[in-house]
């Protein structure tokens, strides 16, 4: 039995600005909304601010491979997914001048460097390159799924990463800024072979119908389903979910 997961449906802007204490909610199974950003001040740092970073996985339904630029950019494309109620997290806050290492990460390995430029991590190194943060920082991952699990992890790692580091400087991006600058750093900085669905959707969240222009604009309308269609849905994936 594989446990159960559900799709997100409700708007992530409902849950904007809630406190930390609330966010237990999330280990509820529902269709899930998009990414979360909390800042909590850090205690004896002077106001400094902790931030946790809460950004869903996602299903897709059809449309898969139209988000690739290389195809939209000529023809159009567009896909329905959802993102469910498993999450990339991420701790992010300013590190303070007192350790031997200037900035420390920490996912499946951990890194301490001097320098911001040293970071092996390519999202994490260029994320704080693009947002020009060249202070010491402290970023710590933990993720519902593994990597490479095929349900949109690493777009979701960067995104989560880009709202958090946006917060740490006192800014809450949009949800298109959030996704554009995503799609930007993974397609345009690291070269990577992804299409811009992940990005979008983690961003974004919930049931979406996602076009993408041959402009290279994107567009996207929620998908609303009454409560007892919802439930069916999600029963449905539940059943399928057992092995």
């Known amino acids: 039995m594989v446990e159960k997961s559900r799709l997100l449906n409700p708007p992530f802007d409902e849950c904007r600005g809630k406190q930390l204490t609330r966010a237990g909610r999330a280990g509820q199974l529902r269709i899930a909304g998009s990414a979360l950003a909390h800042r909590r001040a850090a205690a004896g740092q002077g106001g400094s601010r902790m931030i946790i970073s809460r950004t869903p996985y996602r299903i897709s339904f059809f449309g898969g491979g139209t988000d690739y630029p290389s195809w939209y950019q000529t023809h159009g494309g567009a896909v329905l997914a959802a993102t469910i109620d498993k999450y990339c997290y991420l701790t992010c806050r300013y590190l303070p001048p007192f350790f031997e290492h200037r900035t420390r990460v920490v996912y499946s390995k951990i890194e301490s460097c001097t320098n911001n430029s040293e970071i092996a991590h390519p999202s994490v190194r260029e994320v704080l390159r693009h947002l020009e943060i060249g202070r010491g920082v402290e970023i710590h991952h933990d993720g519902d799924l593994p990597a490479r699990s095929g349900m949109g992890s690493s777009s979701a790692f960067t995104v989560g990463l880009l709202h958090a580091a946006y917060a740490m ?10 996704a554009s600058e995503a799609i930007y750093v993974e397609q345009e900085v690291l070269k990577e072979t ?10 974004f ?7 993408f222009l041959p402009g290279g604009e994107f567009s996207v309308r929620p998908i609303t389903l009454a409560a007892p269609r919802l439930t069916e849905l999600n029963d449905h994936l539940d059943r399928k979910s057992v092995v």
């Open 169 to 178: 400087q006192g800014q809450m991006p949009s949800k298109h800024q959030l």
């Open 194 to 203: 992804v299409g811009s669905q992940d990005q979008v959707m983690a961003a």
């Open 205 to 211: 969240g919930g049931l979406r119908h996602v076009q």
